[in-house]
T-cell receptor
Framework: DTAVSQTPKYLVTQMGNDKSIKCEQN?????MYWYKQDSKKFLKIMFS???????INETVPNRFSPKSPDKAHLNLHINSLELGDSAVYFC??????????FGPGTRLTVT | GNSVTQMEGPVTLSEEAFLTINCTYT??????LFWYVQYPGEGLQLLLK?????DKGSNKGFEATYRKETTSFHLEKGSVQVSDSAVYFC????????????FGKGTRLSVIA
């Protein structure tokens, strides 16, 4: 059984396009996250949602908009994609004890 | 603010060698400490954790001890295998509310037969 799933696994698109990445967790966790991992493997938190409410919004361009239709889903929509957006994006969820459960990642390539 | 510093890689070892990956942290209060592992092409998985001083986390032959006096959480394994080749991330979070998990920059380990 998949705990945290993301789609698509790979996404190749051109500059200026708008794209979405979907995330679902079946663990019953209240908190979900989006992380960005750059080419040097550095991981940075982008957003955190708790029970569909935005808790953390790091300094991310407003072209990035998370949407949480329910507690089990946190989707990431990106407008006007730029070359620098190329990265691997990880969704995660966690119970109150702080352990993060990560999805398999979405490799976004902007050409 | 909270931060994590871990040794830069890459680290290349022969099979059965001893592994140490250093990790030190800066945090207010008493954070929880974690090691995550990322195998090639996969997401991060929790390897081990420790939530208070002198706790030792262990899993799959890996160990790390929460040392408050040296603000460290070094990862060790007595005998590495080729299958341990991965990127290892040290991380911490404060135990107050919805604070973010702060990661180190990751250390790539390659184990050769």
């Amino acid at each position: 059984d998949t705990a945290v799933s993301q789609t698509p696994k790979y996404l190749v698109t051109q500059m200026g396009n708008d794209k979405s990445i979907k995330c679902e967790q079946n663990l019953g966790h209240d908190t979900m996250y989006w992380y960005k991992q750059d080419s040097k493997k550095f991981l940075k938190i982008m957003f955190s949602y708790n029970n569909k409410e935005l808790i953390i919004n790091e300094t991310v361009p407003n072209r990035f908009s998370p949407k949480s239709p329910d507690k089990a889903h946190l989707n990431l929509h990106i407008n006007s994609l730029e070359l620098g957006d190329s990265a691997v994006y990880f969704c995660a969820s966690s119970p109150p004890d702080s352990i993060r459960y990560f999805g398999p990642g979405t490799r976004l390539t902007v050409t | 603010g909270n931060s994590v510093t871990q040794m830069e890689g890459p680290v290349t070892l022969s099979e059965e060698a001893f592994l140490t990956i250093n990790c030190t942290y800066t945090a207010t209060g008493y954070p929880s400490l974690f090691w995550y592992v990322q195998y090639p092409g996969e997401g991060l998985q929790l390897l081990l954790k420790a939530t208070k001083a002198d706790d030792k986390g262990s899993n799959k032959g890996f160990e790390a001890t929460y040392r408050k006096e040296t603000t460290s959480f070094h990862l060790e394994k007595g005998s590495v295998q080729v299958s341990d080749s991965a990127v290892y991330f040290c991380a911490l979070t404060s135990n107050s509310g919805n604070t973010p998990l702060v990661f180190g920059k990751g250390t790539r380990l390659s184990v050769i037969a």
